[in-house]
């Protein structure tokens, strides 16, 4: 690959220069949803408009795509950039909230309200659009549209300063917890791949779900594998995130093995090449999905603000018994906490090195309760090639996700409580920042595993 270094360099620098400018190149509607890649593809068209069509060619030949990250980016302002680009191309359907944070435009969610909340919604205008009923976690949410002439934020304020004892929100969005940073592509000498087994501890079938973009079945990683879908009106919307999260967690194919290979997947998917995609609202209606379901592990690695309906939502189903597996996020050390990760009873997760260092870019604290190999490693890609490396404490949690698996079926708080000591206990001492220590080591594959 020497022999390619010229090329690489200047598509490193035109990336850094696209990156500043908050211009991803090839960014379009589904990429913004799911936040910037975890391991760059080449651009679209860029190779052609370099007159290099060799390079691309060759990359095509190949099983993984190694090509090398950009430098010396601020990996804690990654997503403040996308976040931005989401808000400049569609203002249509979306706003900024009065911290920046994307919201659907003119959207306000409501959680069970009283009928004298919904009376003071009506009497400052409010009218009712949506009504999701969730029987198995007995509650219902309300979407209201504000209308023009009345600001967003201004008709929740008085919202809330009519009905104080109700819950009212915004519908935030929420994008994938990857990164991009520095990660080279020599392989990880020595390292082994295993993947487990596809029974519970009781014997039963292994099932797991899963809250992302859409998951690409067709790719070989999935040949063989159940996958039970929700969203999209039934349609299928591949993505790479949810792709690559789908593939740690259950898939298999001659030269890559995820956690839990022949487990049942239950994928929600929550964008559906929308530019709403990835709202606050569709989060609760997936995990009310997943409660019928009664699928006991669900992994979101998926990042954003504090959200009244999302940290409701939650509480109710750590109380049912579930086990929420969340990306704690990359914004940085120093970084506030991210959601739904930092939510009391939410098993957060965190990505380190090959050394077991914790990411540069990952979040600390408290929320922090297992770490996952989260760099040097291979997922599923939609496309040629067919693998790519991926980093980022998205690709950490479902690893943790699929090893609680086995042990809690269905929900149940006791089984839970259970299933997270015994990870604990099975965990190794790293230090700082790796919460109750290091889990999934052998389950991280190398970019040897491809030579």
Same mark, same amino acid.
């Given at each position: 690959m020497s022999s390619l270094r010229p090329t690489y360099t200047l598509l490193r620098t035109c990336r850094c220069l696209l990156l500043a400018l908050g211009l991803l190149a090839g960014a379009g509607p589904a990429a913004a949803q799911i936040g910037l890649p975890g391991m760059p593809q080449l651009p679209g068209g860029l190779s052609s408009r370099l007159g290099d069509n060799s390079l691309r060619d060759r990359l095509r030949e190949?099983?993984?795509?190694?090509?090398?990250?950009?430098?010396?980016?601020?990996?804690?302002?990654?997503?403040s950039l996308n976040m931005r680009d989401l808000l400049q191309r569609h203002p249509a359907q979306l706003e900024p909230d009065p911290s920046g944070f994307p919201i659907v435009r003119r959207e306000i969610l409501a959680w069970s309200p009283s009928?004298?909340?919904?009376?003071?919604?009506?009497?400052?205008?409010?009218?009712?659009?949506?009504?999701?009923?969730?029987?198995?976690?007995?509650?219902?949410?309300?979407?209201?549209?504000?209308?023009?002439?009345?600001?967003?934020?201004?008709?929740?304020?008085r919202l809330r300063a009519a009905d104080p004892e109700g819950s009212y929100d915004f519908n935030h969005l929420y994008t994938g917890a990857e990164s991009v940073g520095e990660e080279e592509a020599a392989g990880v000498p020595g390292m082994e791949t295993s993947g487990a087994g596809t029974t519970g501890a009781a014997g039963g079938e292994v099932r797991v779900g899963l809250v992302d973009s859409g998951v690409d079945g067709s790719h070989e990683v999935f040949e063989k594998a159940r996958i039970v879908?929700?969203?999209?009106?039934?349609?299928?919307?591949?993505a790479p995130h949810g792709t690559a999260v789908g593939a740690l967690m259950i898939g298999k194919s001659e030269r890559f093995t995820g956690a839990q290979p022949g487990a049942k997947l239950y994928a929600a998917d929550i964008y559906c090449d929308q530019p709403t995609g990835g709202s606050a609202s569709q989060i609760v209606q997936a995990l009310a999905w997943l409660a019928r379901e009664q699928v006991g592990v669900i992994n979101i690695s998926l990042v954003g603000p504090p959200n009244q309906m999302l940290g409701r939502v939650v509480q109710a189903m750590v109380t049912r018994g579930h086990l929420l597996v969340a990306a704690v996020g990359n914004d940085g050390p120093a970084a506030p906490p991210l959601y739904p990760a930092s939510y009391p009873g939410v098993v957060g997760v965190t990505g380190i090195d090959p050394k077991r260092h914790p990411l540069p870019e990952a979040a600390r604290g408290p929320q922090v309760m297992f770490a996952a190999p989260g760099s040097q490693m291979a997922? %599923?890609?939609?496309?040629?090639?067919?693998?790519?490396?991926?980093?980022?404490?998205?690709?950490?949690?479902?690893?943790?996700?699929?090893?609680?698996?086995?042990?809690?079926?269905?929900?149940?708080?006791?089984?839970?409580?259970?299933?997270?000591?015994?990870? %604990?206990?099975?965990?190794?001492? %790293?230090?700082?920042?790796?919460?109750?220590?290091?889990?999934?080591?052998?389950?991280?594959i190398p970019p040897s595993a491809f030579r």
């Amino acid at each position: 690959m020497s022999s390619l270094r010229p090329t690489y360099t200047l598509l490193r620098t035109c990336r850094c220069l696209l990156l500043a400018l908050g211009l991803l190149a090839g960014a379009g509607p589904a990429a913004a949803q799911i936040g910037l890649p975890g391991m760059p593809q080449l651009p679209g068209g860029l190779s052609s408009r370099l007159g290099d069509n060799s390079l691309r060619d060759r990359l095509r030949e190949t099983l993984l795509d190694t090509t090398e990250l950009p430098r010396k980016v601020a990996l804690d302002q990654l997503r403040s950039l996308n976040m931005r680009d989401l808000l400049q191309r569609h203002p249509a359907q979306l706003e900024p909230d009065p911290s920046g944070f994307p919201i659907v435009r003119r959207e306000i969610l409501a959680w069970s309200p009283s009928e004298a909340g919904l009376a003071a919604a009506a009497a400052i205008r409010l009218a009712e659009t949506g009504r999701q009923e969730m029987p198995e976690i007995g509650q219902v949410l309300v979407t209201l549209r504000v209308p023009e002439g009345v600001a967003t934020a201004d008709a929740l304020a008085r919202l809330r300063a009519a009905d104080p004892e109700g819950s009212y929100d915004f519908n935030h969005l929420y994008t994938g917890a990857e990164s991009v940073g520095e990660e080279e592509a020599a392989g990880v000498p020595g390292m082994e791949t295993s993947g487990a087994g596809t029974t519970g501890a009781a014997g039963g079938e292994v099932r797991v779900g899963l809250v992302d973009s859409g998951v690409d079945g067709s790719h070989e990683v999935f040949e063989k594998a159940r996958i039970v879908r929700w969203g999209c009106d039934g349609a299928s919307r591949p993505a790479p995130h949810g792709t690559a999260v789908g593939a740690l967690m259950i898939g298999k194919s001659e030269r890559f093995t995820g956690a839990q290979p022949g487990a049942k997947l239950y994928a929600a998917d929550i964008y559906c090449d929308q530019p709403t995609g990835g709202s606050a609202s569709q989060i609760v209606q997936a995990l009310a999905w997943l409660a019928r379901e009664q699928v006991g592990v669900i992994n979101i690695s998926l990042v954003g603000p504090p959200n009244q309906m999302l940290g409701r939502v939650v509480q109710a189903m750590v109380t049912r018994g579930h086990l929420l597996v969340a990306a704690v996020g990359n914004d940085g050390p120093a970084a506030p906490p991210l959601y739904p990760a930092s939510y009391p009873g939410v098993v957060g997760v965190t990505g380190i090195d090959p050394k077991r260092h914790p990411l540069p870019e990952a979040a600390r604290g408290p929320q922090v309760m297992f770490a996952a190999p989260g760099s040097q490693m291979a997922a %599923a890609a939609i496309g040629t090639p067919p693998y790519k490396l991926v980093r980022g404490t998205s690709f950490a949690s479902p690893l943790v996700a699929a090893l609680l698996a086995p042990r809690l079926p269905s929900p149940s708080p006791a089984q839970a409580a259970e299933a997270v000591s015994a990870l %604990a206990a099975s965990a190794s001492a %790293a230090g700082e920042g790796t919460g109750r220590g290091v889990v999934a080591e052998n389950l991280r594959i190398p970019p040897s595993a491809f030579r």
